[in-house]
């Protein structure tokens, strides 16, 4: 699914939306970690599931600086995320890995266009950016470990 985060007119619906696509991305790793099999790939997709747990802290953050109120959970995107997932299980690993892989490209969209919002301050767009070279580097570990396995 293509998302449209990071096209928002304003920087309070651009938080609010980065933060419901992270509540989803959580649900889909908490739904990857149960269903790999391989308990070290689960180990390392829970290293990045922290990383994903950092942004809603620092976006949380955003969001009381912005004086509106942050979201606790994600929207029905979340369904499909992890609903891929589920459907992978099946198929195995790979197939599992693969997944959540299309996922990251949605978070690794996002926040590339946050890291360019004009309406994003220079920290909040320090931040996008750093958040933008982790779903990068999970993305790639996503990408070769699915053709290894």
């Known amino acids: 699914m293509v998302t449209m985060v990071g096209n928002e007119g304003g ?21 990857c970690i149960e269903r790999l099999n391989d308990k070290s790939l689960s180990a390392k997709i829970a290293e990045f599931r922290e990383d994903h747990l950092q942004h809603v802290e620092i976006l949380n953050d955003m969001a009381r ?29 790979s197939a599992i890995i693969k997944a959540m892989k299309t996922n990251e490209d949605d978070t690794v969209t996002a926040y590339e266009r946050a ?7 220079p920290q909040s767009k320090a931040f996008f ?14 990408e070769t470990t699915a053709e290894s396995i």
Request: proline fraction near 1%; glycine fraction near 8%.
């Open 11 to 31: 920087i309070e619906q651009l938080v609010e939306d980065l933060l419901s696509l992270e509540h989803d991305a959580i649900a889909a790793y908490d739904s």
């Open 65 to 93: 600086e912005l004086g509106i109120e942050a979201p606790s959970e994600g929207d029905m995107k979340g369904m499909l995320t992890t609903g891929k997932i589920a459907l992978a299980d099946l198929m195995g690993d």
């Open 115 to 121: 890291s360019r919002h004009d309406d994003a301050i």
């Open 129 to 142: 950016t750093k958040a933008h070279q982790d779903e990068l580097r999970h993305r790639e570990w996503m």
